[in-house]
């Protein structure tokens, strides 16, 4: 499928069926494969190639992990419960306590739980970073334990647009990784690996599920980050006892590391996707090129209004000449960023809320990338956890309201912002 376009990717890529099978990607709603001898079973839990029990892998989610590595032009992919699942195995799948990873500091709220606390208490340290810190700023947070960089590619909600090639730079000169959470623009509008980014992760719970009906994740490898090339990945390069002594990196090539997520972490953490949802992912996945096309054209229609509007404090979206992502935006996705607006009402915090809750058309609501638009106020919700300075870190004033453009009509969604504002 590797020269097809990714509008074609969309539609066919993953599942091919043989001769007289079911044209649609069927859902194989089984926990448990079945064998004819023990012997043909034991193969599977030496590693071989196939299907035993749907916690490890399942016919139907390896299709759609297929698909969404076609998409993002990776070597292996694997789909998990959830975003946030999806980024912790990206890290974890390299990493154990007294281990260090950097992270850029303006990323999605939960996912800065996830590094900030949750990670700290099972012993695994890290520095947020200024996504516009210098290379050598970069550089200064590197420690001898330092296993990972991380960074989102558009930032929930803030929006910074991330220099990829930066962070590749420094991260490679430091012999690790660089991790890409690319799931704003998806790789319709950004494909990180082009720009030296090792592996990227997914909420697929946002654009590409689409429909805000189903939670999912999953993890891309690129296959071309050398994990031998020093000692700072034993999990990797060093047998795992508790496969007989497998040596991912040489027992499966480029597949390496994401077999060891499938075989280690999906085995002992457990957060798999179920079949079904897989397969509502696939369905959302057929129609991701053309929805991000529209939700751009929505979004900047929705950005220049809101500039016009006196009643606005600023706007945020990096497809405006006046962002000042707008040039590193044109850059890394140049047929559009995504579908997310985020601006401040003349007021503060009390207008804003008076604007949401006189929104008709647009629900408030705790998700993003939706096909309806929505809209949310972090910093009484997602970012209701972090300190002033937290939020001022991660790119949230608390004044920020995050606005979702739909696919409806441009038209629509600018009468119900307008009829808002007029109620202020
Ligand atoms: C929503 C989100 C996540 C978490 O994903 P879930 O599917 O909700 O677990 C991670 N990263 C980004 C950028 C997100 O927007």
Redesign the pocket.
Known sequence: MANYKLDTLCVQAGYKPKSGEPRVLPICQSTTFKYDTSADMAKLFDLEPGYMYTRLANPTSDAVAAKITALEGGVAGVLTS??????FFALINIMGAGDHFISAAT??G??FNLFNVTMRKIGIDVTFVDPNCSEEELQAAFKPNTKAVFG?TI??PSLDIFDIEKFAKVAHENGVPLII?N??PTPINCRPFEFGADIV??????YMEGHAST???CVVDSGNFDWEQNDKFPGLTTPDESYHGAVYTKDFGKAGYVTKIVAQLLRDYGSTPSPQNAFYLNVGLETLALRMERHCANAQKVAEYLESNDKIAWVNYPGLPSNKYYERAKKYMPNGTCGVVSFGVKGGRDAAEKFMNSLELAAIVTH??DARTCVLHPASSTHRQLSDKELVECGVSPDLVRFSVGIENVDDIIADIQQALDKI
């Open positions: 959830s975003g946030q699942a999806a980024n990323i999605y939960g996912t989102e930032a929930n959470d799931t704003f992760t997914h909420s697929t719970t946002k939670i999912g994740g993003v990338a």
